[in-house]
């Protein structure tokens, strides 16, 4: 399928690195801007954010329907072939009401 469709593990990288700039961009001006960002786009397949809060911003999402990754104080966002913008923009939307 994947070959079918013209998609390469490089192809993917580059969507998902897309996604996640896209993501940076979208999340200034939120709480995401406080806290200390652990690796960058490209780098691996989420982004890594190191906050005490880590644990109940991942339940608040997790009330609104959105999956992260939680290890300590370190809350992972991760992004996919299957994600798009329109995904990013609506991470950013729930993002603003993080505290």
């Not at 990288?13 to 652990?38: M, P």
Request: charged share 30%; with cysteine.
């Amino acid at each position: 399928m994947l070959d079918e469709n013209g998609l390469t593990t490089s192809r993917i990288s580059a969507h998902v690195s897309r996604l996640q700039e896209h993501l940076l961009d979208a999340v200034q001006g939120t709480a995401f801007n406080r806290v200390e960002r652990l690796n960058g786009p490209g780098d691996a397949r989420f982004l890594a954010f190191r906050t005490p809060s880590a644990k109940r911003w991942s339940d608040e999402l997790l009330s609104r329907n959105c999956i992260t990754d939680v290890r300590g104080d370190v809350l992972r966002i991760g992004l996919a072939l299957y994600h798009d913008e329109e995904d990013v923009e609506a991470f950013a939307e729930l993002a603003k009401g993080l505290a």
